[in-house]
């Protein structure tokens, strides 16, 4: 006889044998196949190429052409104050991240120092040269791309649950991934990236806290939020922006379960928000020293407060209406045309399908112009980077739904995708391009093979961190130079001159600068570097750009002069235009 099975009844059958059946799960977001899983890995791929092309762009160890960077020997100068009284204008957050690769390796150096040979002939002991920092700034910018890649995961998962959407969140992750102004600063030392990177991730925990309620989702919410603005103080604006959104989002949910509005409105005070609230406060009194030391924290928030620590940068100011103009023209620059364009259509689209999903990614940025931008009455493009998460998640849902359409042609719905995609794409590849050939890299070059090292070169550049790096290689280089410095001294053999940064105010060196482009001084042109691929630049590959100029920072025209001969001519130096 027979043994009869026993079981659940209601439990499913088993399935066939390699067979997989994606079951959509509109509470966890769509199941997980191996496709998807591959397309996310494709995202991520090419995220990582664009960000890692370039990354030696103006590394020395030392401050590099990105001066807000805290690479290499900034972090290595305040690593000692990491646990004392911190004077720093930006909060110790990355500092203790930075801190934690560079430790190790400084200690080791300590024990190991090179020995080094002085001008007069004796040697000397050092543990930090100059290559043991340019290492450790290298370390740096690898763990901006490592964030910069986080990033763009969590908003895929972000995305994903937010709509319940698996195509939804991989184009918001590939929007982000071509955006830019997100990639270029992948590529350097500064906070901005990953102040991205908490954010973003606190974004992902926000809405899993709006979808499960779950008491780890709070208390990861509230520790992402705080690092986040133990970073850098302004995200105070966007978290106060996210705070009423997710208040509101709360609200919705609440009403849609058949509670009053009253009741709705105090849904929120639970204590799971107040475990969120505790692990936000108790952080953020840590890292920004407030128990011990909340001076230090005062004098920070001067800055964004707009009080004096803002009032010598904000002198143009013309009006709140120019400055609004200001912030979305430079939207135009730091997303190309083609994908601000889908974000102009994907936002209305998206407030008007699906309004409580874009309000949490939109009030954050309103807060944050309200608050801070209209206060300190200044705007620059990395302002509104944190942005661009919630950018992405839109252009990510607005593309999907156009995709998922019946009414249109497939050819027609992937054709003005893919020729924003491609000319996105093409604008960070010109991008890494102008930054592995920046034209102060081709001065250096130029300088290295014409020009002997105890030759005197004067650089009209008013700082010399944006300046070509001669000064760090034996050559006896003076910047900023004017020309005014030929009173106490004889006029330099080479004169190092752009176009893009003037040196001074003054009324005589203007004039002397203009007699010297117009090349009726007794200096002759002899090379030019100009950029070659970002506007304007003529290449295709920054056709998203065009025709607002480039990134200020990137690839400034650089013009080389040689002073003339008693003969009235410069020395045989062949002339070279834009060399590469």
Known sequence: ???????????????????????????????????????????????????????????????????????????????????GKWTYKYPRGHFIVNAIFYYPLV????????????????????????????????????????????????????????FADYLAGLLGALALALSQLFIFYCHVGNVDVPLLFWYAWGIYWTVKAIRFAKYRHFVLMGLFFSYCVSIKEAMGGYLIGLAAAFWLAEIAKARADGHALK?????????KVLAAVAAFLVLFALLQGIIFSPGEFLQRMSFWSGESGVSKFNTQFAGQLPLLWDSCRMLYGSLGWPLLALLVVSTPYCLAKYRRQAGLVLIPLLAFYVVVIMNIRLTTARYF???????????????????????????LRILPLSIVGALS????????????????????????????????????????????????????????????????????????????????????????????????????????????????????????????????????????????????????????????
């Open 1 to 83: 006889m027979k043994r009869r099975k026993t079981g659940n009844p209601n439990r499913p059958r088993r399935q066939a044998r390699g067979v997989t059946i994606p079951t959509e799960t509109p509470d966890a977001g769509p199941a997980w196949t191996r496709p998807r899983i591959a397309g996310a890995l494709v995202v991520v791929v090419l995220a990582v190429i664009l960000s890692c092309i370039g990354l030696d762009w103006g590394r020395s160890g030392l401050v590099p052409w990105q001066p807000d960077s805290i690479e290499g020997i900034t972090t290595v100068r305040e690593m000692p104050k990491i646990f």
């Open 107 to 162: 200690e080791h150096w300590k024990k190991h120092p090179v020995a080094l040979k002085r001008p007069d002939g004796s040697l000397a002991s050092q543990a930090l040269t100059l290559d043991r920092l340019d290492l450790l700034a290298k370390i740096s910018r690898l763990i901006s791309v490592a964030m910069g890649t986080a990033t763009i995961l969590a908003v895929f998962l972000t995305g994903r649950l937010l």
């Open 263 to 271: 009741k709705a409105v105090l849904s929120v005070f639970t204590r």
């Open 385 to 411: 980077l944190p942005a661009y998460p919630g950018f992405a998640v839109l252009i990510g849902k607005a593309c999907a739904d156009w995709l998922n359409t019946k009414k249109i042609h497939r050819a």
């Open 425 to 580: 794409l093409l604008y960070c590849i010109a991008l890494d391009l102008e930054m592995l050939g920046d034209t102060r890299a081709r001065t250096e070059k130029w300088c290295y093979k014409n020009i002997d090292r105890r030759t005197t070169i004067g650089i009209g550049i008013y700082n010399k961190v944006y300046a070509p790096r001669l000064h760090l290689n034996g050559y006896a280089a003076i910047c900023p130079w004017q020309s005014a410095d030929t009173k106490n001294a004889p006029p330099p053999d080479y004169l190092i001159m752009t176009p893009k940064w003037p040196c001074t105010n003054d009324e005589t060196e203007k004039r002397f600068r203009q007699t010297l482009f117009d090349n009726k001084s007794n200096y002759d042109e002899v090379a030019r570097f100009a950029p070659t691929y970002l506007f304007p630049g003529k290449s295709i590959l920054g056709l998203a750009g065009w025709p607002v100029p480039k990134n200020s920072l990137i690839s400034p025209e650089m013009i080389i002069f040689k002073k003339k001969t008693r003969a009235g001519t410069a020395w045989q130096t062949p002339r070279i235009d834009s060399t590469r």
